[in-house]
């Protein structure tokens, strides 16, 4: 026998709980006729007769009626099945994987991941700090944090914060080496670069309603990683141009100061992105909604 149908045999199922062709087109949103197909087409397949029919009535035969009592039951199991995924899908438990640059996942992620784990008990979380670039798949990573512009890929994302680099330098720099009024006056300064990304070579200005502005960055310091970057700012080695989310508690502490305020790069963001959509991932669903909050007054 060949494997029949689903709609097959919802139709009989209708079709015998009202004991009308009719009626049960009317639950099934097909014409009578449509109906009445279905069931020869079922009877034909199984080989036997499912109802009595006569112009005024019918019912269900005796294989009729044990065929009916196997249907009721696999749609029961059917229904169950389905309750259960639900209850998997909206489940948050198992491992979560998060891969997040250094410097962001030491000063923002890492400190508050214990409190999302307070409120997911049945979740286990592994946190990749590195600065290098990660492929989800191949890392087995349920969600990474870019801090920067995102690069086209097949990755779903969600942004988190805005983030735009702006120049920084401490006081003492500022006292010893006074500060630039424009950006040409840059050249004649001291400044700190970040390797780890393009504004290492150039560093791009983008003001709206302004033509976009570059300079190469001069100086006798270089790093890869942010923190180190920021901290030879804050010791008054030169100026940076860093990403505001990394510097923002440096600015309320004043240990570092803003120069030329009206200048910055584009918005770049900071993401979050995923290979899974979150609406059928409730570990990810449930990190990214802790995200949003925790990153929002960014």
Known sequence: MNDLPFELIHAFVRVAAHQSFARAAQD????PSAVSRQIKLLEHTLG???????TRTMSLTQAGTSYLAAAREAFNRLEVAGQELGRMRD??????????????????????LPRFMEQHPNLSL????????????????DLAIRVGKLE??????RKLASNRRILVASPDYIARRGSPKKLDELKQHSCIVL?????????????????????????????????????????????????SVMV???????????????????????????????????????????LVALLKPL
């Open 195 to 243: 390797t780890v990304n393009r504004d290492g070579e150039q560093w791009r200005f983008a003001n709206p309603g302004e033509k976009d502005f570059s300079v190469k960055p001069k100086g006798m310091l270089r790093a890869n990683n942010g923190d180190a970057v920021l901290e030879f700012a804050k010791a008054g080695s030169g100026i940076a141009f860093m990403s």
């Open 28 to 31: 099934l949103r097909v014409t």
């Open 91 to 112: 489940e948050i438990r198992g491992e979560l994987r998060i891969s997040t640059p250094v410097s962001f996942g030491r000063r923002y992620i890492a400190p508050a």
């Open 248 to 290: 923002r508690d440096a600015l309320e502490e004043k240990s570092l100061v803003r120069l030329l305020p009206r200048h910055a790069g584009a918005d770049a963001g900071v993401h979050a992105v995923f290979l899974t959509d979150p609406q059928f991932n409730p570990k990810v669903r449930a990190l990214i909604d802790f």
């Open 126 to 141: 592994d946190l990749m700090m590195t600065d290098d670039f990660v492929d989800l798949a191949e890392a087995g990573i």
């Open 152 to 157: 086209d890929s097949a990755l779903r994302a």
């Open 48 to 54: 036997v007769q499912l109802f009595f029919r006569t």
